[in-house]
């Protein structure tokens, strides 16, 4: 069973720079065919999508977030990191990191099968 | 950019009752890449359904989806105690490649 683990402070001031880290362990983020995400979900609301790494480092990001995201591995530490910068009180959410299937498999992809517990990060002075 | 709609927001029912949860796209959606997914509070999402119709591993046979095109359904054939959650839509897109999920739909005890 994979299992996925966010790390990363939990307080961050406004304008600053939200950082969080989504180790694997048991697993390894170097083979190809997932997208290795983050999801985040305000208080009381839905899921949104953030953004994916791909082993090759190639990247793709929700447009609304685009300017402000970058997401990248550190495949030494078997890890993926988000940094989400210049962030407001609407970015206060329980950010989760999570694999989605990008492997064409009996026609199949384009979902999430493993999830972290998620990471609550608050956006205040 | 596809929008999904789900509906309804909520749905109150009864253990025994069987569910059925809509998810709308905005344009045509390639069904081979339609998730569903059930979330209960303080927890992270479940993965429930992929292809459109496919259970995830481990997950109830009452818990089914179906559709293509625009007008997808997931259907709990009849509710257990521990299905009363919020149920999420999500659709990938290839080009360009982005994830988009639902608003959600909550199921709730009556």
């Known amino acids: 069973q994979l299992q996925l683990q966010e790390s990363g402070p939990r307080l961050v001031k406004p304008s600053q720079t939200l950082s969080l880290t989504c180790d694997v362990p048991?697993?390894?983020?170097?083979?190809?065919?997932?997208?290795w995400s983050w999801i985040r979900q305000p208080p009381g609301k839905g899921l949104e999508w953030v953004g994916y790494?791909?082993?090759?480092?190639?990247?793709s990001y929700n447009p609304s977030l685009n300017s402000r995201v970058t997401i990248s591995l550190d495949k030494p530490r078997n890890q993926f990191s988000l940094n989400l910068n210049s962030v407001t009180a609407a970015d206060t959410a329980v950010y989760y990191c999570?694999?989605?299937?990008?492997?064409?498999?009996?026609?199949?992809?384009?979902?999430?099968?493993?999830w972290g517990q998620g990471s609550l990060v608050t956006v205040s002075s | 950019e596809i929008v999904l709609t789900q509906s309804p927001g909520t749905l109150s029912l009864s253990p025994g009752d069987r569910a059925t949860l809509s998810c709308r796209a905005s344009?045509?959606?390639?069904?081979?890449?339609l998730a569903w997914y059930q979330q209960k509070p303080g927890q992270a999402p479940r993965l429930l359904i992929y292809?459109?119709?496919r259970r995830a591993t481990g997950i109830p046979d009452r818990f089914s989806g179906s559709g293509s095109g625009t007008d997808f359904t997931l259907t709990i054939s009849r509710l257990e105690p521990e299905d009363f959650a919020v149920y999420y839509c999500?659709?990938?897109?290839?080009?360009?490649?982005?994830?988009?999920f639902g608003p959600g739909t909550k199921v709730d005890l009556k």
């Open positions: 790494v791909y082993h090759t480092g190639s990247t």
């Open positions: 999500q659709q990938f897109g290839r080009s360009p490649p982005i994830f988009t």
């Open positions: 048991g697993g390894s983020i170097n083979g190809g065919g997932f997208a």
């Open positions: 292809g459109a119709s």
């Open positions: 999570a694999r989605g299937s990008l492997s064409l498999i009996q026609g199949v992809m384009g979902f999430f099968d493993y």
């Open positions: 344009q045509s959606v390639t069904s081979n890449f």
